[in-house]
């Protein structure tokens, strides 16, 4: 379980901007659902779009035209025989807010108003999308999400991420193919903003502390690592000639039934079980950690294990609480790590 008002702290760390003084009411204000909370996020940022103006980039048109602008399209000026109207076919570019992220924006938002979320919201939303009549919608199943930002965009990073969630967690195809809205972020998303408020919260409230997203290097007696995978950490903290690698899981269920007995996801132990050791063999002290989100199950797992001359520790984080107590939580396996 995980309150909605956590979602909001692990957005705010994910996105630095939501830190901003604009966007601190949706830290106190009370939610019935996460989209609403989206809702209200994607309000502000949008209503701060508009302040600074919308994004505009040059779209081809072609129109006749009584006056010359652009290229003359002379092949299909006397097919439609425009001449006779005194026209011609001009082919030309305009600056428009017809962008591809407005496209997203007004798509994201007129799927919203279809959602359970509070009058007031639907409200804000109507409102903001009047200043989005010159702008196009689109399919929510071809939108390409991978995006280059620039100093002229990078204010519509945030935006564009907030979409992502909410059109990746509202939809859904049914077996006849028809969409329908389904419940909101699903175990993948939720991972996802998971490790990056754990990252991120290290990072800030823990300067002294190296904390990156690095890759492990495999330990190879000749050298030679053809086809070998990736390492790729979701933590490491590093102080001194100590480093703890955590692996943050976020599953509905935090142990697997096998045998009428609770264990530990061997997958995940078998994984970070060899990033410590490959890690421990370029030096140093290593530790590792299974660092997953707490569920209602009554079991939850909560050891420590020396495997090898390597600390493997599970834990849980307990996100159905204040926001302070999650940060108490974080700040304990920190002030452990670097004791």
């Not at 830190?19 to 209200?40: M, R, V």
């Not at 048109?61 to 001449?83: F, H, M, N, W, Y």
């Amino acid at each position: 379980m995980i309150r909605i008002q956590n979602i909001y702290y692990m957005l705010a760390y994910a996105f630095q901007i939501l830190q901003e003084h604009g966007y601190k009411h949706c830290g106190t204000e009370e939610f019935e659902n996460t989209a609403d909370l989206l809702s209200s996020i994607l309000v502000k940022g949008v209503t701060t779009q508009i302040k600074r103006c919308l994004g505009r980039v040059y779209v081809e048109a072609t129109e006749p035209l009584s006056c010359l602008r652009g290229k003359i399209d002379v092949t299909e000026s006397i097919k439609q025989q425009t001449i006779m109207k005194q026209q011609l076919i001009c082919t030309y570019d305009e600056f428009s807010v017809d962008s591809y992220m407005n496209r997203i924006l007004k798509t994201t938002m007129e799927l919203l108003l279809r959602h359970d979320i509070s009058k007031t919201r639907k409200k804000e939303l109507r409102n903001l999308l009047l200043y989005f009549r010159d702008v196009g919608t689109i399919n929510v199943y071809s939108i390409d999400w991978k995006f280059r930002f620039n100093r002229n965009n990078q204010t519509y990073q945030m935006l564009m991420s907030v979409s992502y969630l909410v059109i990746k967690g509202l939809l859904q195809t049914s077996a006849d193919g028809s969409v329908k809205l389904m419940q909101f972020l699903d175990e993948q998303r939720m991972c996802r903003l998971y490790e990056k408020f754990i990252l991120e919260y290290y990072k800030r409230h823990y300067p002294q502390i190296k904390t990156s997203a690095s890759q492990i290097g495999w330990a190879l007696d000749d050298g030679i690592g053809t086809m070998l995978p990736i390492m790729q950490s979701d933590i490491m903290l590093a102080h001194s000639d100590r480093t703890l690698i955590i692996d943050a899981k976020y599953y509905s269920r935090t142990t697997q039934r096998q045998y009428d007995a609770n264990t530990l996801h061997s997958s995940n132990l078998y994984q970070i079980f060899t990033y410590v050791k490959n890690k421990a063999a370029a030096g140093g002290e290593v530790s590792g950690m299974l660092l997953y989100a707490r569920t209602e199950e009554e079991i939850q797992p909560d050891h420590a294990y020396m495997m090898s001359g390597n600390r493997i520790s599970v834990k849980t984080l307990n996100l159905d609480c204040d926001f302070e107590e999650v940060a108490c939580q974080l700040n304990a396996i920190a002030d452990d790590f670097m004791a």
